[in-house]
């Protein structure tokens, strides 16, 4: 049987177990938002929700429930409705609220939400917090971690501050890199047929390279790729 290593799944002996083999905690860092027709959408916390459990069950260490509210760009337009996120961006055009996307908080509310999970994180025995997913959010994690580490005594690790030249997880939006990703982690909420099939139609709200060539085999190489990074950084921090 595998083992457990989602938090909420723990028994108070098996919490135990794991805490004390290495006391890593990993956050997935999510939002519900528009990830082009074809994917979920929250695939955001879906991805690092995946890519943290393999990397508890192959490096040890506990992953935390995702946090789903997180920060994003947003502008109040004329009408006095506001666009979030990819609603704005160069690939959406028009400019438009895109389907599906939620869950968006200020950065400041943000802030606290991680400042609470960190103080009870060493407050349970943790020593060294691994946080990951939304973009925005994955920035905002980036800004504090220097300033955390010290009020918390703890060792943070995010892709921005600290993995950037090699992180090969969620590098893009909704395109070929975080679809190829959904494919190898939930192949059953990924749907490929619901992009246009004319190349010469880009995918509305998704930037990078095209989705269309997305395939099972780049998602499992990155995410192999991410895992060795982790990996390495983590012996190197000495947790």
């Known amino acids: 049987m595998p083992s457990k290593v989602h938090y909420f799944d723990l028994l108070p ?3 135990r177990a ?3 083999e290495r006391a890593i ?3 997935p860092l999510g939002t519900i938002e528009w990830h082009g ?9 879906l991805i690092s929700r995946g890519l943290f459990e393999r990397a508890a069950l192959s490096l040890g260490g506990i992953v935390f429930p995702p946090l ?3 920060p994003d760009s947003a502008s109040l337009q004329a009408d006095g409705s506001t666009l979030q996120g990819m609603d704005a ?3 959406t055009d028009p400019n438009r609220q895109l389907d599906g996307s939620c869950y968006w908080i200020p950065k400041g509310l943000f802030f606290q939400m991680c400042e609470a999970i960190l103080m009870q994180a060493a407050r349970a025995g943790f020593k060294c917090i691994v946080a990951d997913g939304h973009g925005p959010s994955r920035g905002a994690w980036g800004e504090q971690s220097d300033e955390w580490e010290k009020r918390f005594g703890l060792k943070l690790v995010g892709v921005s501050r600290d993995l950037q030249k090699t992180w090969q997880s969620q590098t893009d939006h909704a395109a070929r890199n975080e679809t190829s990703l959904m ?6 909420l990924v749907d490929l047929e619901q992009l246009e099939a004319d190349r010469n139609v880009w995918p509305q709200g998704v930037g990078g390279e ?3 060539d997305s395939t099972v085999e780049h998602g499992g190489s990155c995410l192999d790729v991410s895992l060795k990074a982790l990996s390495e950084h983590l012996a190197a921090l000495g947790v």
């Open 18 to 20: 794991r805490l004390s």
């Open 68 to 70: 789903f509210l997180g």
């Open 25 to 27: 905690g990993y956050l």
């Open 13 to 15: 002996h098996e919490f």
């Open 183 to 188: 494919m190898a982690l939930h192949p059953d």
């Open 89 to 91: 961006a160069e690939v």
């Open 210 to 212: 095209d989705p269309r």
């Open 37 to 45: 027709e074809q994917c979920a959408l929250g695939s955001d916390a």
